[in-house]
């Protein structure tokens, strides 16, 4: 019986180790303050978490959160602690500008990127949210273009790793269509990242 659990156990290791691990990042959760206006970012960023994880669950898929009030140093070290290759991580994020017309959906790579996986998934997020919510689309950047020198849930993320920006809180625009399309936007971000683990 020990040696047909134990080969039950490695089996189980083995398949988990095959299929690609998703973490899937609320930004600004706990104990981040994250950026306010016509919607609250970490509430928002925790929703699309939310979803997108009982989504992607439901379709048999490798799940990790950080868990609550953890600092981002130690959302870096979890997961690489446990990622590997052809893992991919999402951080999500809503942009804020002083500017109300300031409108649209922008993803973030690591500086000088060849990673094709990475790639692929920021533009199809960016092209699908823009989309979907008729906002503009500020397109694929690296991540030392914002308003950060570098990113860390970007730069230095073992696996495959985007920043999205859905859109700006600070927008009556964006924040109207998304309100009406936030379960879309969450579901649509879940299929997108399943996909892009194919490439």
Request: charged residues 20%; glycine residues 8%; hydrophobic residues 40%.
């Given at each position: ?12 290791n ?26 609250d ?85 960016v ?8 906002i ?50 969450a ?13």
């Amino acid at each position: 019986m020990e040696i047909k659990a134990t080969q039950e156990k490695q089996f189980a290791n083995a398949v988990k180790a095959a299929k690609p691990t998703y973490f899937v990042i609320a930004g600004h959760r706990g104990l981040g303050t994250g950026a306010h206006g016509y919607i609250d970012e970490a509430s928002c960023a925790c929703d699309i978490q939310e979803q997108m994880t009982k989504y992607m669950r439901g379709r048999g898929a490798i799940v990790v959160n950080e868990p609550v009030k953890m600092e981002l140093a130690d959302v870096v070290r979890m997961v690489n602690g446990q990622c590997k290759k052809g893992d991919l991580c999402l951080d999500i994020h809503f942009n804020a500008s002083s500017n109300p017309n300031a409108s649209g959906v922008e993803a973030y790579i690591r500086q000088g990127s060849t990673d094709a996986m990475e790639k692929s998934f920021a533009s199809r997020l960016v092209n699908s949210i823009s989309s979907l919510l008729g906002i503009a689309n500020r397109g694929v950047k690296a991540d030392n273009t914002g308003a950060h020198t570098r990113i860390a849930m970007c730069r230095d993320i073992k696996c495959s790793s985007v920043l999205i920006e859905v859109c700006f809180c600070t927008s009556p625009k964006d924040c109207g269509a998304y309100q009406q399309n936030q379960v879309k936007v969450a579901q649509t971000m879940a299929e997108i990242m399943l996909n892009s683990s194919k490439i």
